[in-house]
C-alpha cells in the first residue's frame, strides 16, 4: 500500500492485471491489512471481485498460496507477488503465451547481475530445469531471476503439502516448482523479460524511494 504518484503501489498491479482480463482476486493480507481492506473493500469500483486471506504465520510464499487454495476454481491461475511492478506488456505476454500454447506452468524471469535475493533460475531453451531460492551470494551460474508473476496448474499445492519448512521457516514456492520438475516431470516454461525492461521492487527501500522520485517509469505501465 506504499505510495506512489497518487495510488497505492498495489493498485497499478491490480490494474495491469484488469486489462488483461481478469475479473477475480484473493489478495492475502497480513500487516496493515486494514488499509488494503478499506481501500479495495470488495473490488466493485474497479468492476472486480476481491476476496482475502490472512496469513498469520509468516510462512513463505509458498504457505501464503496454500491459503488460497478453497478460492480457487479454475484448474490454472495467476499468482504475482504483491511489491514487483512490472512494466504491463509482460501481463499481456504470459496471458497469451498461456493461450497460445497451454502450458501448466509458467514462469516469468528478469535478468540479474545476482538474484541471490531472489530465486535463480536455470534453463534448458525456453524451460525451467531448476530454480533455487535466495542462493548464496555471486555464486549463481544463473542471471535469470525470478520475476514474481506465474500462470500455475492447481497440481502446485499437492507440492507444497509435501515441502518441509525452510531453514527459514518458509513453505518456499520456488522449491516446490522444483521438485515437481525433478519428481513429476513437470515442464516449466519461461518467459524472459528483455534485459532493460522495467521490473520495480517497492519493498526494497532504496527502490521505493527512487521510484517515488522518478515518474518516467509510469509510462511502461500501460499497454502498447
Same mark, same amino acid.
Given at each position: 500500500?506504499?505510495?506512489? %504518484? !497518487?495510488k497505492p503501489s498495489l493498485e497499478y498491479i491490480l490494474n495491469g492485471l484488469i486489462y488483461v482480463g481478469i475479473r477475480d482476486f484473493t489478495f492475502v493480507v497480513g500487516y496493515q491489512k486494514e488499509q488494503i481492506? @478499506? %481501500?479495495?473493500?470488495? !473490488?466493485e469500483k474497479w468492476g472486480v471481485n476481491i476476496q482475502y486471506v490472512e496469513q498469520n504465520n509468516l510462512n513463505g510464499t @509458498? !504457505?501464503?498460496l496454500l491459503l488460497c487454495e478453497p478460492l480457487i476454481k479454475n484448474t490454472h491461475f495467476v499468482l504475482t507477488w504483491g511489491d514487483n511492478l512490472l512494466d504491463y506488456d509482460i501481463y499481456a505476454k504470459i496471458i497469451n503465451l498461456f493461450k497460445k500454447e497451454v502450458h501448466n506452468f509458467i514462469l516469468v524471469t528478469n535478468y540479474s547481475q545476482d538474484p541471490h535475493l !531472489?530465486?535463480?533460475v536455470y534453463t534448458e531453451g525456453d524451460f525451467c530445469i531448476d530454480i533455487i531460492e535466495k542462493p548464496p551470494r555471486c555464486k549463481s551460474k544463473s542471471n535469470l531471476n525470478n520475476a514474481g508473476l506465474f500462470i500455475l496448474?492447481?497440481?502446485i499445492?499437492?507440492?507444497?503439502?509435501?515441502?518441509?519448512?525452510s531453514e527459514r521457516g518458509e513453505i518456499e514456492l520456488p522449491q516446490a516448482i522444483a521438485n515437481g520438475i525433478k519428481y513429476k516431470n513437470w515442464k516449466v516454461r519461461v518467459l524472459r523479460m528483455e534485459h532493460d525492461q522495467f521490473k520495480g521492487d517497492v519493498g526494497n527501500k532504496s527502490e521505493y524511494e527512487r521510484l517515488k522520485d522518478d515518474d518516467s517509469w509510469l509510462k511502461f505501465l500501460k499497454f502498447k
Open positions: 500500500m506504499l505510495p506512489l %504518484h !497518487g481492506i @478499506g %481501500h479495495f473493500k470488495n !473490488g @509458498g !504457505g501464503a !531472489g530465486a535463480a496448474s492447481k497440481e499445492f499437492e507440492s507444497l503439502k509435501a515441502l518441509e519448512p
